[in-house]
T-cell receptor, first 114, second 111 residues
Framework: DSGVTQTPKHLITATGQRVTLRCSPR?????VYWYQQSLDQGLQFLIQ???????AKGNILERFSAQQFPDLHSELNLSSLELGDSALYFC?????????????FGPGTRLTVT | KNEVEQSPQNLTAQEGEFITINCSYS?????LHWLQQHPGGGIVSLFM???GKKKHGRLIATINIQEKHSSLHITASHPRDSAVYIC?????????????FGKGTHLIIQP
């Protein structure tokens, strides 16, 4: 158990809908990263927050957004969902804001868009 | 485009064999991560390296900064080591940045 929690575990929704994925980092970790894992693209970095502020942006679509709240939990919002958004979404947390800190991964949320 | 190349893509070995998985990257980095993903999907961080060598139990990770290459070794392999092993690096782009991932090596250890 990494200490990182993600909810929900599974989500099935229809095209065009909007969903919110939630991540709680390990106690004491200030950084949250969001990743997408799909069969064709593999693992991709989406976005990072550090202590409430956006720190780095990767291949995140404009239809997706995220935020980190004062209690350090983070939410990833996916809107106008398309079939291709079906994937595993992981969050990870680390103590520091740089990528040379070890990251601890949550169990993931499996999103299926039908 | 900055990429991470892993080899082999697939590896099947017998229990007890010494396993080596390789990772190459194209430009200077400040951190390389080795991750393990089990069939259930969960990801575990095995190592974070910026230089030299690290060992944890039967796992050893090395990095050669000059050659832009890292290896993950498993000694006395066991069926429970069967998993996907993923190499990831950060390509610095002005400060904090995210990881770029290899496609993974699917390892099966047969009893």
């Amino acid at each position: 158990d990494s200490g990182v929690t993600q909810t929900p575990k599974h989500l099935i929704t229809a095209t065009g809908q909007r969903v919110t994925l939630r991540c709680s980092p390990r106690s004491g970790d200030l950084s949250v990263y969001w990743y997408q894992q799909s069969l064709d693209q593999g693992l991709q970095f989406l976005i990072q927050y550090y202590n409430g502020e956006e720190r780095a942006k990767g291949n995140i679509l404009e239809r997706f957004s995220a935020q980190q709240f004062p209690d350090l939990h983070s939410e990833l919002n996916l809107s106008s969902l398309e079939l291709g958004d079906s994937a595993l979404y992981f969050c990870a947390s680390s103590v520091g804001g740089r990528v040379d800190y070890e990251q601890y991964f949550g169990p993931g949320t499996r999103l299926t868009v039908t | 485009k900055n990429e991470v190349e892993q080899s082999p893509q697939n590896l099947t070995a017998q229990e007890g064999e010494f396993i080596t998985i390789n990772c190459s990257y194209s430009v200077g980095i400040s951190a390389l991560h080795w991750l393990q993903q089990h069939p259930g999907g969960g990801i575990v961080s095995l190592f974070m390296l910026s230089s030299g060598k690290k060992k944890h139990g039967r796992l050893i990770a090395t990095i050669n900064i000059q050659e832009k290459h890292s290896s993950l070794h498993i000694t006395a392999s066991h069926p429970r080591d069967s998993a996907v092993y993923i190499c990831a690096v950060n390509y610095p782009r002005g400060g904090a940045d995210g990881l770029t991932f290899g496609k993974g090596t699917h390892l099966i250890i047969q009893p």
